[in-house]
Structure formats: C-alpha cells, structure tokens
C-alpha cells in the first residue's frame, strides 16, 4: 500500500481492509483521510504513531535551533559551500528530451491506471462540489 488520499464514504466501507494494510505496510506510510475533497485526518499504523510522538518529544527548541546557526564550525562550513565554484566536471549536458525519456519510461509494476483514474475522477468532483458551494455561498451562482 502507498500513500493514498481517500474519501471519508470509502473509509467507512473499507475501514478494515484499511486498518489491515496499513498494519502490514511501511512504517512511514499513510492515508490522508479526505472530506469535501479537502484533508481532515491521516490514519497510520500504530507503530508509526508511535514513532511520530518520540519524534515529537525530541523536537528542538527555538533555542536549541538558534544554537545550531550560530555554531562557529558549522557558519564556516556554510560559507565555504557558498564560496566554493561549480565543478565543470559534474554538469552534463542533456542527452535527450524529458519527453522522450518520461514517454520511453518503463511502467511502474504496482500502478494500477484503472484505480488511480477512478481517484482522481473522485477528487476532481469533489473539488467541483466544493467550488460550486462556495460559489453559492459568495453569491456567484
């Protein structure tokens, strides 16, 4: 399973399929739980959650950042970057166009057209709904 938005109305259908392959999925992944075609939640693995909120309890300080950029080793560091030229010897030039390269790329095995087609027809009317409902609300339909 890869990151994936998905309807509330889906979720409801397919909350256990869901939870199941979320269970047995990357820690790292995830699915953005949308409602009007707008995120409202993400729904992880326990795991993962976990893991956010050790993350959460090392998180740096204004101060500790503040710290960090005014380090002596590390300003020095970043001015020599800044001041250091371009190798000649790392730019290559093109060799052909992106469009022959993106239209002569091999498929992706897991890329399912027919799903991805039917999600985004999703998303697209959802996103019509919402700005015919604000067009509604600010008196332009």
Known sequence: MTNKMM???DL????????????????????YIT????????LVSYEHY????????HKMTP???????????LVALVEHIKTTPPNPAT?????ASLAELLQNAPEE?????ESWTQQWQTIESEMKA?????????GRG
């Open 7 to 9: 309807p509330i109305s």
């Open 12 to 31: 409801r259908r397919k909350v256990s399929q869901t939870i199941k392959e979320l269970q047995h999925a990357a820690q790292d992944e995830a699915v």
């Open 35 to 42: 409602q009007h075609g707008r995120p409202q939640a993400v």
């Open 50 to 57: 976990e893991h956010l909120l050790e993350q959460a309890r």
């Open 63 to 73: 101060a500790d950042i503040e710290a960090i950029r005014q380090d002596p080793e």
């Open 91 to 95: 730019v290559h030039s093109a060799t």
């Open 109 to 113: 095995p897991d890329f399912d057209l």
């Open 130 to 138: 919402i700005d015919r409902a604000d067009d509604i609300a600010e």
